[in-house]
């Protein structure tokens, strides 16, 4: 209830009230009653409501937004992936990202299935060199071969030489998702405090973020940033891939 002034409210408990009033639980509306009140609030026959209609058109606009969404999240993710150059096979990567799926809800799980149905289009529970190419052109993302290539190399290190008959299975495809995901969430957070675009943030103002979102699931206070100098310079996207438990970035 949103009140334009001050005003006052009062809760009562439902044994309090009269058994005689329908709020007390103890009494159903007759038939009649209920029939007076649908004609006190019925809308006149002649009433045109101020919104547009809902229609088939609407829907078919707002489902390819969704998946233009969708496509574009995904082609930031293998952006990410492709920057990582990590491998999906080795058993340790596998745990970290499994750890990393399991904080997804099951809306999100959901929305990565979707897109992986979507680029997935001969429906073989892996997406091919061909079927990425033509998913991250989509997304209007410049991709060279070469770096299709070792994405797949890197999801199946033993399928040289067979680029178009491998491919990323979903679940491969989900922890590339999840991480890449987690990853943006971060430097995109820390990035607002990056007001001069350096790549760099104080420790102190790292912490300060982290652990007001940290209050919001635990009363744990310790400190996320151990260090004594709160005004040491943090790389922030390295910063964030240590969050994830990943390796960090190696220079060109």
């Known amino acids: 209830v949103r ?6 409210c009062f809760v009562f408990k439902a044994e309090d009230i009269p058994e005689g009033s329908i709020l007390s639980q103890k009494r159903r509306a007759t038939a009649a009653y209920v029939d007076k009140l649908t004609e006190r609030y019925e809308l006149p026959h002649d009433y045109e409501p101020a919104y547009q209609p809902h229609n088939e058109r609407d829907d078919s606009i ?17 952006d990410y992936f492709i920057k990582s150059k990590t491998l999906l096979g080795d058993k340790g990567e596998i745990a970290r990202r499994s750890i990393l799926v399991s904080k997804l809800t099951e809306s999100q799980k959901q929305e990565i299935k979707d897109v992986f149905n979507m680029a997935d289009v001969y429906g073989k529970g892996r997406i091919s060199l061909l079927e990425l190419r033509r998913f991250m052109e989509s997304a209007r993302k410049k991709v060279s071969d070469t770096e299709l290539t070792a994405m797949i190399t890197r999801a199946n290190p033993s399928a040289e030489g067979a680029h178009f008959g491998v491919g990323i299975t979903l679940d491969e495809f989900m922890g590339i998702m999840a991480e890449a995901g987690f990853y943006y969430l971060f430097t995109e957070t820390f ?7 350096t790549g760099y943030v104080r420790a102190g103002d790292l912490d300060e973020v982290l652990d007001g979102v940290r209050d919001l699931i635990t009363g744990d ?16 996207e390295q910063f964030a891939r240590m969050l994830l438990g990943a390796s960090l970035w190696m220079p060109e």
């Open 221 to 236: 206070r310790k400190s996320i940033i151990d260090v004594e100098d709160q005004d040491v310079q943090v790389d922030y």
């Open 62 to 78: 707002l489902d390819l937004l969704v998946r233009f969404r969708q496509i574009r999240q995904a082609a930031r993710c293998f």
């Open 191 to 197: 990035q607002e405090l990056d007001t001069d675009n």
């Open 3 to 8: 009140a334009l002034e001050k005003s006052r």
